[in-house]
């Protein structure tokens, strides 16, 4: 099992929905995570850091860290065509080494 | 407030030669860590200075090595180039070891 993993994608939403995106990791991942946005040849742009479990918002941006079942979530409310982008996911291990899943590759239509 | 910085943006090399990669932090923050991404995947952590040292190393070969130096800014060399080393080349600095890492602009490595 790779320490982060999230489903590939591509998701696709109608501009002024709610996007969902999620995250799985391993026991060996300590307990701060991070989402990371990155346009297409750019390089990975940070929405938002979670430490505790329940939910953190940002403006549209809401992350959610459940620790029992080992996932993180981000939402983005009333997307717009601007958020389409791949999204990352990113958890810290033990040791302080950073591990990033693939990516979900989120597209908003107009 | 200067966010962090690589140079150069692109680099074309030859298989067997050797590169190195300059990466200077965001102000503020003194660990550096280095990331290959390959198309299509996440990034891949390779290893991260603080106190110029080396503290943690993932899983790549000793062909890839690093300093920091006083400042904070970092250097990443790969010696030996494969095929296999092109990637976009990220450097992501942070102002301690288990806080929030913020990325450079990356520098795209083409081996021929």
């Known amino acids: 099992q790779k320490e982060v993993e999230q489903n590939s994608g591509p998701l696709s939403v109608p501009e002024g929905a709610i996007a969902s995106l999620n995250c799985t990791y391993s026991?060996?991942?300590?307990?701060?995570f991070f989402w990371y946005r990155q346009y297409s040849g750019k390089s990975p742009e940070l929405i938002m850091s979670?430490?505790?479990?329940g939910d953190k918002e940002d403006g549209r941006f809401t992350a959610q860290l459940n620790k029992a079942s080992q996932y993180v979530s981000l939402l983005i409310r009333d997307s717009q065509p601007s958020d389409s982008a791949t999204y990352l996911c990113?958890?810290?291990?033990?040791?302080?080494?950073?591990?990033f899943g693939a990516g979900t590759r989120l597209t908003v239509k107009p | 407030d200067a966010g962090v910085t690589q140079s150069p943006t692109h680099l074309i090399k030859t298989r067997g030669q050797q590169v190195t990669l300059r990466c200077s932090p965001k102000?503020?923050?003194?660990?550096v860590s280095w990331y290959q991404q390959a198309l299509g995947q996440g990034p891949q952590f390779i290893f991260q200075?603080?106190?110029?040292?080396?503290?943690q190393r993932g899983n790549f070969p000793d062909r890839f090595s690093g300093h920091q130096f006083p400042n904070y800014s970092s250097e990443l060399n790969v010696n030996a180039l494969l095929l296999g080393d092109s990637a976009l080349y990220l450097c992501?600095?942070?102002?301690?070891?288990?806080?929030?890492?913020?990325f450079g602009p990356g520098t795209r490595l083409t081996v021929t």
């Open positions: 026991d060996r991942v300590s307990q701060s």
């Open positions: 990113a958890g810290l291990m033990d040791n302080n080494d950073m591990r």
């Open positions: 102000s503020g923050h003194d660990t």
């Open positions: 979670i430490y505790s479990n």
């Open positions: 200075y603080y106190e110029e040292e080396e503290r």
């Open positions: 992501a600095s942070s102002w301690d070891r288990a806080r929030e890492q913020y």
